[in-house]
């Protein structure tokens, strides 16, 4: 099983993933292509965009209020056989 560390960024179109390995990328809400989103396994890739998606659904003026109340969390990744 591995582990990938979600944590938000100081504005709401950025995350930064820690991989297992300790690499850290960012991730932004940009829609133009990403080599990060493109590396990160699908649950973890899914775990972000629901964060954005949380993040980007209040109100403008509560979104810092929320970006400096969210902890890191983590996400399980089953290992390929």
Not at 7 to 13: M, N
Not at 18 to 25: A, N, Q, Y
Not at 45 to 69: C, H, M, T
């Amino acid at each position: 099983m591995s582990v990938y560390t979600i944590k938000h960024g100081s504005i709401a179109a950025v995350q930064y993933v820690t991989d297992p390995m300790g690499k850290t990328v960012s991730v932004t809400d940009s829609k133009e292509p990403d080599k990060a989103k493109d590396s990160l396994p699908l649950p973890v890739l899914a775990a972000v965009n629901k964060q954005f998606g949380i993040v980007f659904s209040l109100p403008y003026e509560r979104r810092q209020a929320f970006i400096d109340s969210s902890v890191p969390f983590e996400v399980f990744v089953a290992d390929e056989i």
